[in-house]
C-alpha cells in the first residue's frame, strides 16, 4: 500500500535532526520521503492520514525476549533467578512443544504491537514454529539460537541456521547459547567453530547475576565476558543480554568486538539481579538497547515500562539525576536495537529505509503540555500513545484494534496451553 502521513510531528531519530512537522511517505515497504509539506499528487495513495500533530517516529525494537513464556505470566513471581528457573520455568518448558510455541508467540506479539513494538528478538525453545508465528503476525524477528546442555545438538543449530534464514522475508536466524552457566567448555568450543565458520553475530545471556559471574570465575580463572571472548566467540560482533555484573575489563573487551549491551531492567529489577551500570557503557562508547526480557520475569511486554526505568535506576545507581538522558533512551530502544538486530534499514527514518513505523498520540493528558517531546515520551509516555503501528508497510495496530489476526482465537488458544502446563 501507499500511505501518507501528512501534519506530523516526524522524529526520525537520525542524529543531530531535531523534531520538525512535516510528511513521511510509505510506498510499498519501503519509506520513499521525508520532509516538509510538499505536492503529494504525484502518487496514487491508498490512505493519507492527517495526523494532527503526533509523533511519527522509527518503531521500538525489543532486543531480548522469550514470547513463548506468556504462558507463565504471574505463575512464578517473587523468587530469585536460579530458583525461578530450575524449580518453576525448566520444568513446565520440559512439557511444551511447537504448537504451544506458535500460539503463545502470537499472544505476545500482540502485546507488542499495543507497545509500538515492530522487531523483536526471541530466543525460545522450538524456532521453526515461533518463526511462522511472526511471518504470519507480520512482525519482524530475529530468531536466537538458546542452545544449551539440555539440546538441541550442533547438527541441529547448524541445520537451524541454514535453512530459516531467508525462510521467511520478516524473519532471520542468529547463532547463540542460553548462557555460560547451562553449557559446559566443550560445548561453547564446539559452538565457536560454528560461529568462526559462518562469522556470524553471536548471542548469549551473560553477566545477569554476581553470582553466574562469581562461578564462572570460580570454574575458568575468567568472566563470562572474558571466557567468550577467549573462545572466538565475539569476533563478529552479536550482543550481551543483561550485563549487570561487568569489570573495567569486560567493558573493554565488549568495546573492542563491537558487542551490543542489551538491558533489560524491569526483569533485573524485578528478580533483584542488580542494576546495569548504563552510565559506564555510555561513556566507553558501548551501544546499548533494550529488551523486555521475558512476559513471565518482567511480566509486561512494555517498552515504555524500559525506557522509563533504564533512565530512572541508572541516574539512581549514579545518585545523578543526569545520568542516562532521555534522547540517549530513545536511541537506546530504536537506533540500537537495530544494531543488535543487524537491521539496517530500520533505525531511523529515511528515504529508503524499511517502513517500521509508529504513531504517537499526543492528545493525551499524559503528553500534555507539549514542551519536549522526547521527554515525554520517555517519561510520561505509555501504551495508551501508540496510535499506529506499522511493520513494513503494514498497519497492524491501529485505534486499539489488531488487524493482523483473530484475537479471540489466539486467546482461547493460550488459555488451553496455560491450562494444561499448569
Known amino acids: 500500500m501507499n500511505i501518507r502521513f501528512w501534519d506530523a510531528s516526524v522524529l526520525t531519530m537520525v542524529d543531530g535532526e531535531e523534531m520538525f512537522n512535516g510528511e513521511v511517505w510509505v510506498e510499498g515497504n519501503r519509506i520513499t520521503y521525508v520532509g516538509p509539506a510538499r505536492d503529494a499528487s504525484g502518487v496514487k495513495w491508498d490512505r493519507e492520514i492527517e495526523c494532527g500533530g503526533d509523533v511519527i517516529m522509527p518503531g521500538f525494537k525489543d532486543a531480548h525476549t522469550h514470547s513463548g513464556m506468556t504462558a507463565f505470566r504471574s505463575l512464578a513471581d517473587d523468587t530469585n533467578l536460579?530458583?525461578?528457573?530450575?524449580?518453576d520455568i525448566f520444568p513446565r518448558e520440559a512439557k511444551m512443544n511447537g504448537d504451544d510455541c506458535y500460539w503463545l508467540t502470537k499472544l505476545a506479539i500482540l502485546e507488542y504491537l499495543t507497545s509500538g513494538i515492530t522487531a523483536i528478538e526471541d530466543m525460545y525453545l522450538t524456532p521453526e514454529t515461533i518463526g511462522q508465528a511472526c511471518q504470519e503476525m507480520g512482525m519482524r524477528c530475529e530468531l536466537i539460537s538458546g542452545l544449551n546442555k539440555f539440546g538441541p545438538t550442533l547438527e541441529v543449530l547448524e541445520e537451524r541456521y541454514n535453512n530459516l534464514n531467508g525462510k521467511w522475508p520478516l524473519v532471520g536466524f542468529q547463532l547463540g547459547v542460553h548462557a555460560e552457566y547451562t553449557c559446559d567448555r566443550k560445548l561453547l568450543?564446539?559452538?565457536?567453530?560454528?560461529h568462526q565458520k559462518y562469522k556470524s553475530p553471536f548471542y548469549a545471556h551473560m553477566?545477569?547475576?554476581?553470582?553466574?559471574?562469581?562461578?564462572?570465575?570460580?570454574?575458568?580463572?575468567?568472566?563470562?565476558?572474558?571466557?567468550?571472548?577467549?573462545l572466538g566467540l565475539f569476533d563478529y560482533g552479536g550482543a550481551i543480554y543483561h550485563g549487570v555484573w561487568v569489570s573495567e575489563k569486560d567493558?573493554?573487551?565488549?568495546?573492542?568486538?563491537g558487542i551490543v549491551?542489551?538491558?533489560?531492567?524491569a526483569s533485573n529489577?524485578?528478580?533483584?539481579s542488580g542494576i546495569a551500570p548504563i552510565s559506564d557503557y555510555l561513556k566507553n562508547g558501548i551501544p546499548v538497547a533494550l529488551g523486555t526480557d521475558g512476559p513471565s520475569s518482567n511480566n509486561a511486554l512494555d517498552m515504555f515500562r524500559e525506557m522509563y526505568l533504564v533512565t530512572i535506576l541508572g541516574k539512581l545507581k549514579e545518585m545523578d539525576p543526569t545520568a542516562v538522558p532521555a534522547t540517549e533512551v530513545l536511541k537506546m530502544a530504536t537506533v540500537n536495537g537495530s544494531k543488535s538486530l543487524f537491521h539496517k534499514d530500520t533505525d531511523v527514518l529515511a528515504e529508503g529505509k524499511l517502513a517500521d513505523i509508529i504513531r504517537i498520540d499526543l492528545s493525551k493528558p499524559n503528553m500534555q503540555p507539549i514542551l519536549n517531546v522526547p521527554k515525554n515520551i520517555v517519561f510520561s509516555g505509555s501504551k495508551q500513545n501508540v496510535k499506529m503501528t506499522m511493520i513494513d508497510g503494514r498497519i497492524l495496530y491501529e485505534d486499539e484494534q489488531f488487524l493482523n489476526a483473530e484475537v479471540m482465537e489466539i486467546y482461547a488458544n493460550a488459555a488451553k496451553i496455560m491450562e494444561r502446563l499448569r
Not at 547475576?209 to 563470562?224: A, F, H, N
Open 82 to 87: 536460579q530458583d525461578w528457573l530450575n524449580n
Open 207 to 230: 553477566s545477569e547475576t554476581k553470582t553466574e559471574v562469581d562461578e564462572c570465575i570460580g570454574r575458568y580463572g575468567m568472566s563470562p565476558v572474558e571466557l567468550f571472548d577467549s
Open 269 to 272: 529489577a524485578k528478580l533483584a
Open 189 to 194: 568450543e564446539d559452538v565457536a567453530k560454528i
Open 261 to 265: 549491551v542489551v538491558s533489560n531492567p
Open 251 to 257: 567493558r573493554e573487551i565488549l568495546k573492542k568486538r
